[in-house]
C-alpha cells in the first residue's frame, strides 16, 4: 500500500442500532453502548430520532426506541419494528393512552396515598414527554420540508402538554386532601377542648361537695346529726365555694 492510499474508514464494532437499517457511518458511530438522551441527528439527509420506551414508576433502565427517516421521506421503526409514518403515531398514541389512564385515575383519587401513587405514577412519563417533544423539535429544524414532522412534533407537544397539567391537578389534589385532613384534626382538638373545658367546671363545682362529704362521712362524735339547719348551712356554704370555684376556672380557660 502506497502512503498516498486513503486507508478505509473504520467501521463500529458495535452499534445499538438494527443492522439491517442502512444508516450512514457518521451516524452509528455517534452512538454508544447506551441510547443517551433523546434528540435527533441528521447525517447524509437520514434522520434518526432517539426516544425512549414509556417508562414505568419502578422502571431505573431507559428502553431506547429509533425512528429512521431515508432521504426518500420512508420511515421505520424499533420497538416496535415496523415502517411507514403509522409507526411514529402508534408510539406517540401509547402515551396518549397512558396520560388518559393516569387522568382517570386522578379523577377518582380522594385520599392522600391515591394521590401519592398517581403522582409516582406521571412523574416519569412527564419526564419522558418532555425529552420526546424536544427531540421531535429537533427532528422538525433539521427537516423543514416535511409536514409529517410537524404533526409528530406537535403531538409531543401536546403529550408534554397534558403531562403537565395531570401533574399540577395531582399536586393540587394532594395539597388540598392534606390541608382538609389538618382542617378536620384542627376542629377535633377544639372540640376536645371545649368538652375538656367543660368537664373542668363540673370537677370545679363539685370538688367542695365532694371534700365535704369526705369529712362529714367521718364517725365521729357531734351534734350535727341533731341540728338539721347547722348541717343544710354547711351544704349550702360548699355549694356556694363550689360555684365560685366553677367561676374561678372559667374565667381562667378564657383567657
Known amino acids: 500500500m502506497s502512503l498516498s492510499q486513503t486507508p478505509p474508514p473504520l467501521l463500529p464494532v458495535f452499534s ?13 458511530n ?12 441528521l447525517e447524509d439527509g437520514h434522520l434518526l430520532v432517539i426516544v425512549h420506551r ?10 431506547p ?10 420511515w421505520r421503526g424499533s420497538l416496535p419494528a415496523g415502517q411507514g409514518p403509522g409507526v411514529v403515531r402508534s408510539y406517540l398514541d401509547a402515551y396518549e393512552a397512558r396520560i388518559h389512564e393516569l387522568e382517570d385515575a386522578e379523577a377518582k383519587a380522594v385520599t392522600a396515598s391515591a394521590y401519592h401513587d398517581l403522582l409516582e405514577a406521571a412523574a416519569p412519563v412527564l419526564r419522558a414527554a418532555r425529552g420526546l417533544h424536544r427531540a421531535f423539535q429537533q427532528a422538525r429544524e433539521m427537516v423543514k420540508e416535511d409536514r409529517e414532522l410537524i404533526d409528530f412534533r406537535d403531538k409531543a407537544a401536546g403529550i408534554e402538554r397534558n ?27 377544639a372540640q376536645m377542648a371545649v368538652s375538656a373545658h367543660r368537664l373542668n367546671i363540673l ?18 362524735k357531734s351534734s350535727l346529726e341533731d341540728r338539721p339547719p347547722i348541717f343544710w ?12 370555684v366553677a367561676m374561678v376556672v372559667a374565667r381562667r380557660n378564657r383567657g
Open 65 to 74: 426506541v429509533f425512528f429512521h427517516r431515508t432521504p426518500e421521506g420512508e
Open 233 to 244: 348551712a354547711i351544704m349550702g356554704g360548699g355549694i356556694l365555694l363550689g360555684l365560685v
Open 163 to 189: 403531562a403537565e397539567l395531570l401533574m399540577q391537578d395531582a399536586q393540587f389534589g394532594l395539597n388540598y386532601t392534606a390541608a382538609r385532613q389538618s382542617e378536620a384534626q384542627a376542629a377535633s382538638a
Open 30 to 41: 455517534r452512538l454508544g453502548h447506551e441510547a443517551g438522551p433523546q434528540r435527533s441527528m
Open 16 to 28: 445499538i442500532l438494527p443492522g439491517d437499517w442502512q444508516i450512514p457511518d457518521a451516524i452509528r
Open 203 to 220: 370537677a370545679a363545682l363539685f370538688l367542695p361537695l365532694t371534700a365535704l362529704a369526705g369529712v362529714l362521712s367521718v364517725d365521729t
Open 54 to 63: 414509556m417508562p414505568t414508576p419502578d422502571e431505573r433502565v431507559r428502553v
